[in-house]
């Protein structure tokens, strides 16, 4: 079987910082896919890009909130809707869907969540019916299509791990997934604009996913180059979408 990489930038619109190191990704880098925060004020910057440049696939990053680790415990860095409410986390995932519409003029051509809530009830069963209406992937819900987010510089508590970020370490994550189709996730952008404790590393992202020596990995790996269009066709579509 092909091996086929798409390699998906989360939080396209959250800023003009990560707008525009998520865009150095695309044009001089290996990024060929991108997930985009409806409500944030960059997010139509960030549409209008991905609308002249149809080579990059462009999804819907439903965003409830963001939690950040202070003191010793989680906190709450803002919040859209109450995450354990069914009716409110409905009517927003909805809302931030027309507004994908309104922005991009075509449907998300994948789903997936800001911080990973749609592994959780309400958000998880909401967002596999809104897949099955769109008939496009939802990520880590699809069969076909395995998702890897350890290219990742920081650990589950918050600290720095710099070591996971470097071309050793893309190589290494590349040489080890199978055959088919993977997504390998990443957060790329400049982040002195954003609150987010995840600011540097946004920024070595962008180094190393634009180093000549990441194409170069990508193909000693035995992957092309792919994005969510090909995720779409009936060979993924039909048989993908599964609740459990």
């Known amino acids: 079987m092909e091996k086929i990489l ?3 930038a989360d939080d396209f619109g959250l800023s003009p910082g990560v707008n525009r190191g998520i ?7 290996i990024v060929t896919s991108a997930s985009l925060m409806v409500r944030w004020p960059a997010a139509p910057e960030a549409a209008a890009y991905a609308k002249q440049n149809r080579a990059i696939s462009l999804g819907l990053h439903v965003d409830l909130g963001e939690w950040v680790l202070r003191d010793g415990g989680w906190q709450q860095l ?4 109450d995450s354990n409410d069914p009716i409110a986390v409905a009517a927003e995932i909805r809302d931030q869907v027309d507004k994908f519409f ?3 003029g075509i449907p998300p051509s994948h789903l997936d969540s800001h911080q990973h809530i749609h592994r959780e009830e309400p958000t998880r069963s909401l967002m596999l019916e809104l897949a099955r209406e769109l008939g496009v992937p939802l990520r880590e819900f699809t069969p076909t299509l395995r998702y ?3 290219f990742y510089g920081q650990g589950a508590d918050g600290e720095s791990l710099p070591d996971l970020l470097t071309i050793a370490n893309l190589q290494n994550i590349l040489n080890s997934l199978r055959s088919g189709m993977t997504e390998l996730g990443c957060h790329p952008g400049y982040g002195d604009d954003l609150a987010s404790p995840y600011r540097q590393e946004r920024a070595t992202e962008v ?5 000549p020596a990441a194409r170069a990995a990508v193909a000693s790996a035995g992957f092309r180059p792919g994005n969510f269009a090909e995720a779409k066709s009936p060979a993924f579509s039909r048989r993908a979408l599964i609740a459990d």
């Open 78 to 81: 803002y919040h859209v809707v």
């Open 207 to 211: 180094r190393v996913l634009c180093a």
């Open 102 to 104: 309104s922005l991009v």
């Open 148 to 150: 890897f987010g350890g």
């Open 23 to 29: 865009i150095e990704c695309v044009e001089h880098g």
């Open 6 to 8: 798409i390699v998906n």
